[in-house]
């Protein structure tokens, strides 16, 4: 399915990757709601280039000492772009998640279409904190559209930023997107699909959340 709804293209933001991506021109794009609900399909997020997905990649790239010889999670992470980001930049383990099973089998292909491999689970870690850390680093990017997720994933990323993994969030200026403890790191002009995002560039930002440890 994938293959044939998607075409191969360079990530805007970050060309030294090419991804599987649907297009406003692709079948994939056309189909209505319906269909995919008939198809039992979730929304394909994993088929574009999400503007904060796009950054972190760019800032993995440019700052290979952020995950080189580190253990790092990629969050929801829709077609994997931040995690081949991750093996590029010299990652000493990586974990692909996404709950979405449709989206680690496109993670799997960008991978391979990138010379890469790494790890990949659909388990759901949001409210299921470890008393250890499991991560060095975690990536997550575009988390914070919807409230009561936004709400889900913040606290859970905080409670690993507690345990000091580095939570490395990006995102385009979403409704819900934290607006405390939180350090600003970069920020882009990231190209979008305007079909997809009704503009041509979305502004990005990229922080890193700090542990509030009084919580």
Known sequence: MIDTFTVPARVPLAPEIEMYLATHITPLWQATEDILGVLDIPP??????????????????????????????????????QAIACV???????????????????T???????????????????????????????FAGDVCYQQDMANAVLQWLMGEARLGTRVILADPG???????????????????DVAVEDVDTKYTRIWQLLPDRDK
């Open 44 to 81: 394909p997020y994993w088929a574009f280039a999400w503007p904060g997905g796009q950054a972190i990649t760019r800032y993995i790239l440019d700052h290979p000492e952020l995950v080189r010889g580190k253990k790092v999670l990629d969050f929801a992470c829709g077609g994997g772009m």
């Open 88 to 106: 590029m930049a010299g990652a000493d383990s990586i974990l692909a998640n996404d709950i979405d099973p449709v989206a680690i089998t496109a």
């Open 108 to 138: 799997r292909l960008n991978a391979e279409r990138n010379g890469v491999a790494f790890e990949t689970t659909t388990e759901n870690f949001v409210g299921t904190q470890s008393a250890t850390r499991r991560w060095d680093v975690i």
């Open 174 to 192: 979403r409704t819900y997107a934290p607006t405390h403890n939180i350090d600003e790191l970069e920020t882009y002009d990231v190209p979008v």
